[in-house]
């Protein structure tokens, strides 16, 4: 017996999230229909203009937009800022350099400092037992 294949759809939403962009800026076609895991593949190998002047210039969506200004997206609320941001905006953020995003990016840096001694600690208990 044969097991028909059957073919891979994600929601628009879904694909965006996992090409990195901001639904709304997405041209209609692509926020319309469903993709496929193959259209997904092509879209991330050979990127067409719309998608590589996304990933560049924006509206990035939140977890792009707190990654680039190495903060948590729990940050980036408690900093006010709820809407996607162009790169343009994010570079601006960096040079003024406001005080919630230096108070944020220092709470990620301790985060990220804790994890990596727990991690070591981990490891250094899994060698010796």
Same mark, same amino acid.
């Given at each position: ?5 059957? $073919?891979?759809?994600?929601? &628009?939403? $879904?694909?965006?999230?996992?090409? %990195?962009?901001?639904? +709304?800026? $997405? +041209?209609?076609?692509?926020? =319309?229909?469903?993709?496929? /895991?193959?259209?997904? =593949?092509?879209?991330?190998?050979? &990127? +067409? ?8 210039? %924006?509206?990035? &969506? #939140? ?41 944020? /990016?220092? $709470?990620?840096?301790?985060? #990220? #400092?804790?994890?990596? /001694?727990?991690?070591? #600690? ?8």
């Amino acid at each position: 017996m044969k097991s028909q294949q059957t $073919t891979q759809t994600m929601k &628009p939403a $879904t694909a965006a999230k996992k090409l %990195g962009v901001y639904l +709304p800026a $997405t +041209p209609a076609e692509f926020q =319309d229909g469903v993709v496929t /895991r193959a259209e997904l =593949d092509a879209l991330q190998a050979e &990127p +067409p203009e719309w998608l590589r002047t996304l990933r560049s210039e %924006g509206p990035h &969506p #939140r977890p792009v937009v707190a990654a680039k200004l190495g903060v948590s997206i729990a940050g980036l609320a408690r900093g006010g800022v709820t809407e996607a941001l162009t790169t343009e905006q994010i570079e601006a953020l960096k040079a003024e350099r406001p005080e919630w995003l230096e108070k944020e /990016r220092a $709470t990620q840096a301790e985060v #990220r #400092r804790e994890a990596a /001694r727990l991690k070591a #600690r981990d490891a250094e208990r899994a060698s010796e037992g």
